[in-house]
T-cell receptor, first 113, second 113 residues
Framework: GESVGLHLPTLSVQEGDNSIINCAYS??????FIWYKQESGKGPQFIID?????DKRQGQRVTVLLNKTVKHLSLQIAATQPGDSAVYFC????????????FGQGTELSVKP | NAGVTQTPKFQVLKTGQSMTLQCAQD?????MYWYRQDPGMGLRLIYY???????DKGEVPNGYNVSRLNKREFSLRLESAAPSQTSVYFC????????????FGPGTRLLVL
């Protein structure tokens, strides 16, 4: 199980640079993946999702890449802005588990002006 | 359209006290979920309700009970609070079409002394 008080992985970027946040997922049977953004004191907010039959999906300023061979997911944020500062979580939905999601630990993104 | 709402926002309890966390959604979603989030960690599923009248255990159900009062409301009860239940509790909901895409409430911060 997880230990209380772990420090989150952190990523610090300069405003205007691109950010890449990585996530390793655990279940090879997972067929749906989501990225959430959580600002301080708020609930997680949906950013973008991808199904296992895709390798890449683009949204507004965000791109998610899925590598099923190594069970790796990444979130790319273009032209990072101060408002992007938050904790980012990936979540996986194992096949045939209904709506149940398994969340990763999270990565804290800090944008320097 | 308020989305997912939670009450209270913050609560302090003494060990052994009981309380109920309330959650309501106005999106006509079938599925609802309760998570806890501990410092530096991702969200862990406590209980979920796939539809009105049904509830199932998640990853960490011990010490909690839930009630799906109607389609809108899903409550989480701590019968005898323990310091280990100090956490931030999030409620979420999803619809039957995109069941994996969950929308979260703002959270309830619970401190058990």
């Amino acid at each position: 199980g997880e230990s209380v008080g772990l420090h989150l992985p952190t990523l610090s970027v300069q405003e205007g640079d691109n950010s890449i946040i990585n996530c390793a997922y655990s279940n090879s049977a997972s067929d749906y993946f989501i990225w959430y953004k959580q600002e301080s004191g708020k609930g997680p907010q949906f950013i973008i999702d991808i199904r296992s039959n895709m390798d890449k999906r683009q949204g507004q300023r965000v791109t998610v890449l899925l590598n099923k061979t190594v069970k790796h997911l990444s979130l790319q944020i273009a032209a990072t802005q101060p408002g992007d500062s938050a904790v980012y979580f990936c979540a996986e939905n194992p096949y045939n588990q209904g709506g149940k999601l398994i969340f990763g630990q999270g990565t804290e993104l800090s944008v320097k002006p | 359209n308020a989305g997912v709402t939670q009450t209270p926002k913050f609560q302090v309890l003494k060990t052994g006290q009981s309380m109920t966390l309330q959650c309501a959604q106005d999106m006509n979603h079938n599925s609802m979920y309760w998570y806890r989030q501990d410092p530096g960690m991702g969200l862990r599923l406590i209980y979920y309700s796939a539809s009105e009248g049904t509830t199932d255990k998640g990853e960490v159900p011990n010490g909690y009970n839930v009630s799906r009062l109607n389609k809108r409301e899903f409550s989480l009860r701590l019968e005898s609070a323990a310091p280990s239940q100090t956490s931030v509790y999030f409620c979420a909901s999803s619809d039957e079409v995109f069941i994996e895409t969950q929308y979260f409430g703002p959270g309830t911060r619970l401190l058990v002394l």
